[in-house]
């Protein structure tokens, strides 16, 4: 199988690959190989008939998928995926190099900024987050960033999609829990919001991001999820992730292969079901325990753009990691992996970036290190803004008018592009006696202060009416009492 890179779209060159054309081609061979001949565990009915109907080696629950079925799977997936806000706007379009960005999910703990300590979160976290990222100018979509330990456990992915609705207008991206109707009650509630089921079909204002049990095992609940949405044309991030050394070899390469295979096994099944459903590929594989402390490290450097290269070698839209901390709070090691990794992904042309605000490798979120990360997103988005190249940028004739010594301070057209550069909203920039003047604050200081600024005023998304609300509530009893004996 033969595919070519794709082209850089209005972003320029501002973007790199770290595998070429031939060893893209290695990795998929590797690939098809491990689907024909090692296959993999699939634990959902439908998915096997669908499978075994279209000519897969069916096993059991072991499946083994031919390259003819993955090919064909390529030739009806989009190649572009858009997510749109509440009003009905456009606001992601997965494709080409367009990279978008956005916290994580289900932290346990938050680090709170008011008393500097680390604590279990609750359902008021999960509120404050979504706020604060609906206001972080430069984010473009939402998820709930901590799990609230207040509340059904069993649900709580039920009132973090109820929050999400409520306080943000932004695209949202949703994690279920092991329950196969979280994903019908998470697309019931959008439905109340944006007027219907055909509405919501047309215009998504959600994606699911759901994680498969191992890469090779596509348990039951994760692949009904998969094919319900592909059958109702909603986005699905399909999330085969993988721990190199424990369910994935610990090179980078190997770990690679297997996390394809997993990802091309959920894309052949998506076609599957609807041929044309929207589909979005995780986009990282290779992350790995540290065997010195067993931890899962989220900001190695040694996996980072190896797989979204494949990704963009295959066209697939891709949803990947950045703005990440092993650090335990938000402080220098917190800010120099968040900007490396958020960096590096945008530069690979990552679509969406999530996990913004993570500590302690996923354990616990900090609103202030999102407000920290937004602003350096904003660094990132103005590096790969387009050069712009015509006769008033390159200015010759003011050039000319001042001269060799002259000053370009007074002339108009300092005037009339001194705001073109970056401004920054948090990153001090004064000399040092106007710092001390005002404050003397660090940079996580004045991003503590700019949270309670955020949480203490009144505006935000526009409020949802008491009916659309009262409906959201319901949905979230309604999963409450599924719990009850007898119900």
Request: with cysteine; charged share 20%.
């Amino acid at each position: 199988m033969t595919l070519s890179p794709r082209a850089s779209d209005e972003q320029g060159s501002t973007h790199f690959a770290r595998l070429n054309s031939q060893q893209c081609e290695r990795i998929h061979d590797a690939t098809l190989r491990v689907l024909e001949r090692t296959g993999l565990i699939v634990d959902e009915p439908e998915a096997l008939g669908l499978l075994r109907a279209a000519g897969a080696n069916v096993d059991g629950n072991l499946v083994r998928i031919p390259e003819h079925l993955v090919e064909a799977a390529f030739e009806t997936a989009p190649r572009s995926v858009s997510l749109y806000d509440r009003n009905g706007h456009e606001r992601i379009r997965c494709e080409g190099y367009r990279t978008y960005f956005g916290p994580g999910s289900d932290c346990m703990y938050c680090w709170d900024h008011r008393t500097g300590q680390r604590r279990r979160a609750v359902l008021a976290d999960v509120v404050d987050a979504v706020r604060v990222a609906h206001a972080c100018p430069n984010l473009d979509f939402v998820m709930s960033l901590f799990s609230p330990s207040d509340v059904t456990p069993e649900v709580m992915d039920r009132y973090q999609m109820e929050a999400m609705l409520a306080y943000s207008t932004k695209p949202i991206v949703y994690v279920t829990l092991n329950d196969e109707t979280a994903h019908l009650d998470a697309t019931e509630m959008a439905e109340i919001v944006v007027g219907g089921r055909d509405a919501l079909e047309q215009r998504p204002i959600l994606a699911c991001y759901k994680a498969t049990l191992f890469p090779l095992v596509h348990n039951r609940e994760a692949v009904r999820t998969l094919l319900d949405l592909a059958e109702r044309g909603l986005p699905c991030i399909y999330s085969p992730v993988s721990t190199a050394g424990t369910v994935a070899p610990m090179t980078v390469a190997g770990a690679t292969v297997v996390v394809n295979a997993g990802v091309l096994a959920g894309l052949v099944m998506s076609q599957l079901k609807r041929e044309g459903a929207p589909f979005i590929a995780i986009g990282w594989a290779g992350e790995a325990l540290d065997m010195q402390t067993m931890v899962d490290v989220y900001a190695w450097p040694d996996h980072r753009a190896v797989y979204t290269s494949l990704l963009h070698w295959y066209g697939l839209p891709m949803w990947t990691l950045g703005g990440v901390s092993e650090s335990k709070l938000p402080d220098q090691q917190a800010a120099a992996e968040a900007a490396l990794t958020l960096i590096v992904d945008a530069l690979a042309g990552g679509h969406m970036v999530h996990d913004i605000g993570y500590l302690e490798s996923a354990f616990c979120g900090s609103l202030t290190q999102v407000v920290l990360c937004d602003e350096i997103v904003a660094w990132i988005k103005q590096l790969q803004k387009p050069v712009v190249l015509d006769d008033d940028a390159l200015a010759l004739e003011v050039i000319e008018k001042v001269g060799p010594g002259g000053l370009f301070l007074s002339h108009k057209h300092t005037r009339l592009h001194a705001r073109d550069r970056l401004s920054a909203q948090l990153f001090d920039r004064r000399n040092y006696a106007d710092w001390l003047i005002r404050g003397g604050a660090d940079a996580t200081a004045r991003a503590a202060r700019w949270v309670d600024d955020v949480l203490a005023a009144d505006g935000g998304a526009p409020r949802l009416d008491d009916t659309t609300l009262g409906g959201l509530r319901a949905i979230v009893h309604r999963a409450e009492d599924r719990l009850s004996p007898g119900s």
